[in-house]
Structures are given as C-alpha cells and as structure tokens.
C-alpha cells in the first residue's frame, strides 16, 4: 500500500497514515470534475465512485481487490476513519498529466503527495508518506539498517525514496527516468524478465 499500512507476520501494525477527510473529498471533486476515474483504498478495501472500465482492469489485470461502491452512491469522503491513499485512473495520459498539477497544488494545501506508478494512474497519498518510508519502518522493526542491509528493486517514480533509501538501489531495465536516476544500479533485465532474481544472484549471493 505505497508504504502506508505496513504490518509484520502478527498482523501488527508498523506504520499507518491516511489522508484527510478533506484531502479526500477534493481529491474526489476533481476527478468528477475531469471525468476521470477514482479509486480509494482503506487497508485491502477498495472503493469507488463508478466502475468504469479502467477500475475493473485495476482488479481484472493487477489482482487488486475489486473496488465496491459506498452504501447509496455515498462520495468516498464520508467513509470513516478515511482512506490510507487514492488513484486517479485515466487510459487517456494526456488528459491525467494535465491534471496532475491541479492535483499537486490541492496537495500543498491538504497536506498530501502526488506520486506515479504507471502512466495511466495517479497517486494521492498523505504528506510525507512513501515507501521509503514505509520500508523504513519496516526496516526498523526487523532490525535491519536499511542504508547498509538493504538491496531495493523498482521501477517507476513511487519507488524513488525506496531505491534512494537503500543499502543497494537496483532499478530493472524497463525502469522508468526517476527510477534510473535514483538507482545505483540499472539492470538490462527488465520485471519480466527475471530481474529480481538476477539482482540477488548479483548482490545477495555474489553468484555473478
């Protein structure tokens, strides 16, 4: 969950943080206003305010819980205790780069963060929050010193202070710029191609 609902294998919680009831209902106004697609998501539930053809793939292609709708079309910003993050979903990337600096101005003024993971959605978290940090904590709880222990893999901007973060940042060969940039290393092997498992081979095991 981007870093913000993390739990160890009790099912403790490590770290949480949501957004503001109101960081949400302007969130919301401006997808509705742009006609684009919203999904909020509370820990493993998801919800939204149509599904569209875009939040079905989110569920059919991602294996994301299928996001419901609120009891009697309810907007998502009456739902307690709020939302740990949103989506903004759009197929069109013209139309959602176009609104993701009105969405970057609501979250100067609602204490909020604006991040990408693929082209088609943006990311509204609560100010402050990544999965940096989120690994952070992680990190902490395990006793692991992340700056000297850890080996982070990634590929898209919401992964930026993770790789940064880490002992070892290894950005897969169909990374995106931030990624790259923000990586120690850049695999040839992209997602699918097994990278993961050649970085260990690489970094962990020392087998290359």
Same mark, same amino acid.
């Given at each position: ?5 993390c739990?160890? +294998?009790?099912? &403790? ?5 949501? #957004? =503001? ?11 509705k ?14 919800? *939204? *305010? ?7 793939? #989110?569920?059919?292609?991602?294996? &994301?819980?299928m ?5 009697? +079309? ?22 959602l ?10 979250? %100067? ?26 690994v ?5 709880? %395990? ?17 930026? =202070? %993770? ?5 070892? +940042? ?16 850049? %695999?040839?092997? *992209?997602?699918?191609?097994?990278a ?13």
């Amino acid at each position: 969950l981007q870093g913000l609902f993390c739990v160890d +294998g009790k099912g &403790e919680v490590l770290f949480e943080s949501k #957004l =503001s009831m109101k960081a949400v209902s302007v969130a919301e106004k401006l997808a509705k206003e742009n006609d684009i697609s919203i999904v909020s998501y509370d820990g493993d539930d998801l919800y *939204t *305010t149509e599904v569209t053809a875009v939040v079905r793939h #989110l569920h059919e292609f991602y294996g &994301e819980p299928m996001p419901q709708l609120l009891p009697e +079309g309810a907007p998502l910003a009456s739902h307690e205790p709020s939302m740990h993050k949103i989506l903004l979903m759009d197929d069109d990337v013209n139309k959602l780069q176009a609104v993701r600096p009105k969405l970057e101005e609501l979250a %100067m003024k609602y204490d909020a963060t604006v991040t990408q993971a693929i082209p088609t959605m943006l990311e509204f978290l609560p100010g402050g929050c990544s999965k940096g940090r989120g690994v952070a904590a992680v990190c902490m709880a %395990m006793g692991i010193v992340a700056e000297e222990e850890l080996l982070a893999l990634g590929d898209a901007e919401n992964d930026v =202070s %993770m790789l940064e973060m880490a002992a070892i +940042g290894v950005a897969v060969g169909n990374a995106s710029d931030p990624a790259r940039k923000a990586a120690d290393y850049i %695999m040839r092997e *992209t997602n699918n191609e097994g990278a993961a498992g050649i970085a260990m081979d690489i970094f962990v095991f020392d087998r290359q």
